[in-house]
Protein backbone atom coordinates (compact mmCIF):
# COMPACT_ATOMS: atom_id res chain seq x y z
CA UNK A 1 0.00 0.00 0.00
CA UNK A 2 0.98 3.48 -0.86
CA UNK A 3 2.82 5.48 1.96
CA UNK A 4 0.92 8.32 3.88
CA UNK A 5 3.25 11.05 1.64
CA UNK A 6 2.27 9.44 -1.39
CA UNK A 7 -1.62 9.34 -0.60
CA UNK A 8 -1.23 12.96 -0.08
CA UNK A 9 0.01 13.40 -3.41
CA UNK A 10 -2.58 11.16 -4.91
CA UNK A 11 -5.42 13.52 -2.74
CA UNK A 12 -4.32 16.76 -4.25
CA UNK A 13 -3.68 15.56 -7.70
CA UNK A 14 -6.70 14.26 -7.67
CA UNK A 15 -8.69 17.21 -5.87
CA UNK A 16 -6.92 19.39 -8.69
CA UNK A 17 -8.47 17.20 -11.25
CA UNK A 18 -11.88 16.83 -10.50
CA UNK A 19 -12.32 20.02 -9.24
CA UNK A 20 -12.19 22.05 -12.50
CA UNK A 21 -13.79 18.60 -14.70
CA UNK A 22 -16.42 19.63 -12.21
CA UNK A 23 -16.74 23.36 -12.64
CA UNK A 24 -16.65 22.48 -16.26
CA UNK A 25 -19.57 20.07 -16.36
CA UNK A 26 -21.73 22.66 -14.21
CA UNK A 27 -21.04 25.23 -17.02
CA UNK A 28 -22.37 22.65 -19.54
CA UNK A 29 -25.50 21.81 -17.48
CA UNK A 30 -26.36 25.74 -17.01
CA UNK A 31 -24.44 26.70 -13.57
CA UNK A 32 -23.07 30.49 -13.95
CA UNK A 33 -19.10 29.92 -14.20
CA UNK A 34 -19.07 31.70 -10.66
CA UNK A 35 -21.15 29.16 -9.10
CA UNK A 36 -19.43 26.34 -10.82
CA UNK A 37 -16.22 27.84 -9.55
CA UNK A 38 -17.69 28.20 -5.87
CA UNK A 39 -19.07 24.58 -6.03
CA UNK A 40 -15.81 23.35 -7.72
CA UNK A 41 -13.79 25.14 -4.64
CA UNK A 42 -16.20 23.41 -2.15
CA UNK A 43 -15.62 20.19 -3.90
CA UNK A 44 -11.94 20.63 -3.91
CA UNK A 45 -11.35 21.74 -0.05
CA UNK A 46 -13.36 18.79 1.06
CA UNK A 47 -11.46 16.06 -0.53
CA UNK A 48 -8.47 17.51 0.46
CA UNK A 49 -9.97 17.75 4.20
CA UNK A 50 -11.43 14.25 4.04
CA UNK A 51 -8.02 12.49 2.36
CA UNK A 52 -5.46 14.68 4.36
CA UNK A 53 -7.04 14.90 7.93
CA UNK A 54 -10.16 12.06 7.55
CA UNK A 55 -8.06 9.72 5.79
CA UNK A 56 -9.03 5.55 6.28
CA UNK A 57 -5.84 5.34 7.84
CA UNK A 58 -7.58 6.81 10.66
CA UNK A 59 -8.29 3.26 11.58
CA UNK A 60 -4.49 3.01 12.87
CA UNK A 61 -1.74 4.43 14.66
CA UNK A 62 -0.42 6.10 11.71
CA UNK A 63 1.07 9.68 11.10
CA UNK A 64 -2.38 10.66 9.90
CA UNK A 65 -3.78 10.85 13.82
CA UNK A 66 -1.08 12.43 14.69
CA UNK A 67 -1.85 15.15 12.47
CA UNK A 68 -4.71 16.10 14.89
CA UNK A 69 -1.85 17.13 17.11
CA UNK A 70 -2.89 16.63 20.87
CA UNK A 71 -6.60 15.72 19.43
CA UNK A 72 -5.05 12.80 18.26
CA UNK A 73 -7.20 10.77 21.02
CA UNK A 74 -10.14 11.44 19.99
CA UNK A 75 -9.37 8.84 17.30
CA UNK A 76 -8.78 6.33 19.10
CA UNK A 77 -11.92 4.39 20.29
CA UNK A 78 -12.66 4.45 15.64
CA UNK A 79 -8.93 2.91 15.81
CA UNK A 80 -9.50 0.31 18.63
CA UNK A 81 -13.50 -0.44 17.33
CA UNK A 82 -12.55 -0.91 13.35
CA UNK A 83 -10.06 -3.44 12.30
CA UNK A 84 -7.72 -2.01 9.46
CA UNK A 85 -8.61 -1.72 5.84
CA UNK A 86 -12.07 -3.65 6.77
CA UNK A 87 -15.41 -2.51 4.49
CA UNK A 88 -15.74 0.03 7.36
CA UNK A 89 -12.32 2.24 7.39
CA UNK A 90 -11.43 1.56 3.71
CA UNK A 91 -15.37 1.21 1.89
CA UNK A 92 -15.65 4.00 -0.74
CA UNK A 93 -18.77 5.57 0.14
CA UNK A 94 -19.93 5.27 3.41
CA UNK A 95 -16.58 5.46 5.14
CA UNK A 96 -15.92 8.51 4.64
CA UNK A 97 -19.76 9.52 5.88
CA UNK A 98 -19.08 7.42 9.31
CA UNK A 99 -15.72 9.09 9.96
CA UNK A 100 -17.62 13.08 9.42
CA UNK A 101 -20.33 11.33 12.16
CA UNK A 102 -17.97 10.18 14.55
CA UNK A 103 -16.06 13.03 14.60
CA UNK A 104 -19.37 15.21 15.33
CA UNK A 105 -20.49 12.63 17.85
CA UNK A 106 -17.46 13.26 19.43
CA UNK A 107 -17.40 17.12 19.36
CA UNK A 108 -20.85 17.15 20.58
CA UNK A 109 -20.28 14.49 23.07
CA UNK A 110 -17.34 16.41 24.80
CA UNK A 111 -19.74 19.91 24.61
CA UNK A 112 -22.44 17.72 26.75
CA UNK A 113 -19.75 16.62 28.99
CA UNK A 114 -18.13 19.77 30.01
CA UNK A 115 -21.66 21.21 30.09
CA UNK A 116 -22.58 17.94 32.88
CA UNK A 117 -19.20 18.62 34.60
CA UNK A 118 -19.28 21.99 34.89
CA UNK A 119 -22.87 21.99 36.23
CA UNK A 120 -22.08 19.67 39.26
CA UNK A 121 -20.13 22.65 40.63
CA UNK A 122 -22.62 25.56 39.98
CA UNK A 123 -20.85 26.62 36.52
CA UNK A 124 -23.34 27.48 33.76
CA UNK A 125 -22.46 26.14 30.18
CA UNK A 126 -24.30 27.25 27.04
CA UNK A 127 -26.10 24.66 25.18
CA UNK A 128 -23.19 24.72 22.39
CA UNK A 129 -23.86 21.49 21.73
CA UNK A 130 -27.38 22.16 20.34
CA UNK A 131 -26.03 25.14 18.57
CA UNK A 132 -23.72 23.18 16.58
CA UNK A 133 -26.70 20.75 15.50
CA UNK A 134 -28.78 23.50 14.69
CA UNK A 135 -26.49 25.31 12.45
CA UNK A 136 -25.39 22.77 10.87
CA UNK A 137 -28.60 21.70 10.00
CA UNK A 138 -29.68 25.13 9.31
CA UNK A 139 -26.37 25.07 6.77
CA UNK A 140 -27.48 21.88 4.82
CA UNK A 141 -31.10 23.17 4.59
CA UNK A 142 -30.13 26.87 3.13
CA UNK A 143 -27.73 25.72 1.39
CA UNK A 144 -28.62 22.26 -0.15
CA UNK A 145 -26.06 22.74 -3.23
CA UNK A 146 -23.05 23.67 -1.43
CA UNK A 147 -23.74 21.06 0.81
CA UNK A 148 -24.25 18.53 -1.75
CA UNK A 149 -20.70 19.26 -3.01
CA UNK A 150 -19.03 19.14 0.54
CA UNK A 151 -20.20 15.59 0.64
CA UNK A 152 -19.41 14.47 -2.95
CA UNK A 153 -15.88 15.78 -1.93
CA UNK A 154 -15.44 14.20 1.23
CA UNK A 155 -16.35 11.14 -0.16
CA UNK A 156 -13.85 11.18 -2.94
CA UNK A 157 -10.58 12.50 -0.43
CA UNK A 158 -11.79 9.20 1.41
CA UNK A 159 -12.48 7.03 -1.93
CA UNK A 160 -9.34 7.84 -3.93
CA UNK A 161 -7.37 6.86 -0.80
CA UNK A 162 -8.83 3.15 -0.28
CA UNK A 163 -8.68 2.91 -4.48
CA UNK A 164 -4.71 3.38 -4.56
CA UNK A 165 -4.79 0.99 -1.54
CA UNK A 166 -6.31 -1.89 -3.74
CA UNK A 167 -4.50 -1.00 -6.78
CA UNK A 168 -1.04 -1.72 -5.30
CA UNK A 169 -2.29 -4.68 -3.14
CA UNK A 170 -4.43 -6.32 -5.85
CA UNK A 171 -1.30 -4.94 -8.12
CA UNK A 172 0.80 -7.16 -6.41
CA UNK A 173 -0.79 -9.93 -6.31
CA UNK A 174 -1.47 -9.91 -10.22
CA UNK A 175 2.39 -9.19 -10.59
CA UNK A 176 2.64 -12.30 -8.14
CA UNK A 177 0.91 -14.54 -9.78
CA UNK A 178 2.80 -13.69 -13.35
CA UNK A 179 6.17 -14.31 -11.52
CA UNK A 180 7.10 -11.05 -10.98
CA UNK A 181 7.90 -9.84 -7.39
CA UNK A 182 8.16 -6.60 -6.16
CA UNK A 183 10.81 -5.60 -3.45
CA UNK A 184 9.21 -3.46 -1.74
CA UNK A 185 7.59 -4.26 1.15
CA UNK A 186 4.72 -1.97 2.01
CA UNK A 187 4.47 -3.86 5.49
CA UNK A 188 2.97 -1.10 8.15
CA UNK A 189 3.72 1.39 5.77
CA UNK A 190 1.68 4.10 7.66
CA UNK A 191 2.22 3.10 11.18
CA UNK A 192 3.30 6.17 13.32
CA UNK A 193 7.63 5.76 13.90
CA UNK A 194 8.84 8.04 16.57
CA UNK A 195 12.34 8.41 14.71
CA UNK A 196 10.91 9.42 11.42
Not at 24 to 31: F, H, K, S
Not at 173 to 178: D, G, Q, S, T
Request: aromatic letters at 14%; a neutral charge; proline letters at 6%.
Amino acid sequence: MPGYHVHDIITVATGAVFAPVTGAALIVAGDSPQMACVYGGILFGAHLLSGVMFSPDLDLDSRIDHRWGPLYWIWRPYMWVLPHRSFWSHGLILPPLLRLVYFYLVVVGLMIATAWVLGRVGVAFPDYHQRVTRTLLGVARDYPRETYWFMMGFVSGGAVHSIADWLVTDGKHVLHHLGIRLSKDYTNHDRHHSHA
